[in-house]
Nanobody, 118 residues
Framework: QVQLVESGGGLVQPGGSLRLSCTAS????????MGWFRQAPGKEREFVAA????????DYADSVKGRFTISRDNAKNTAYLQMNSLKPEDTAVYYCAARGFTGEYLYWGQGTQVTVSS
């Protein structure tokens, strides 16, 4: 079992930046690829970004490419999502998740709210 805790959400103006963190409870953090997802009110949860176990491979949703950067620090059991040039449509609850070898996301955090508004 892996517990994930997100932090770093908040209210930011359009064009601003935020960095989300996701800290894992276990030292086996490096055994999992990590992903970020988001869910806006009235919408389904959607994929945002993912990073491989070693951090050498990343993937992004088209809607965030060039604006968001996913990274990880395995020594700190933490994954990050740097979000720049934020838009109102980025407003959502953001979740991190740990992906097992089968490709399924097995563990999820509780989410952190990001609101982009002037």
């Amino acid at each position: 079992q892996v517990q994930l805790v997100e932090s770093g959400g908040g209210l930011v103006q359009p064009g601003g930046s935020l960095r989300l963190s996701c800290t894992a409870s276990r030292r086996t953090f490096s055994s999992y690829a990590m992903g970020w997802f988001r869910q806006a009110p009235g919408k389904e949860r959607e994929f945002v970004a993912a990073i491989s176990r070693g951090g050498g491979s990343t993937d992004y949703a088209d809607s965030v490419k060039g604006r968001f950067t996913i990274s990880r620090d395995n020594a700190k059991n933490t994954a990050y999502l740097q979000m720049n040039s934020l838009k109102p449509e980025d407003t959502a609850v953001y979740y991190c998740a740990a992906r097992g070898f089968t490709g399924e996301y097995l563990y999820w955090g509780q989410g952190t709210q990001v609101t982009v508004s002037s």
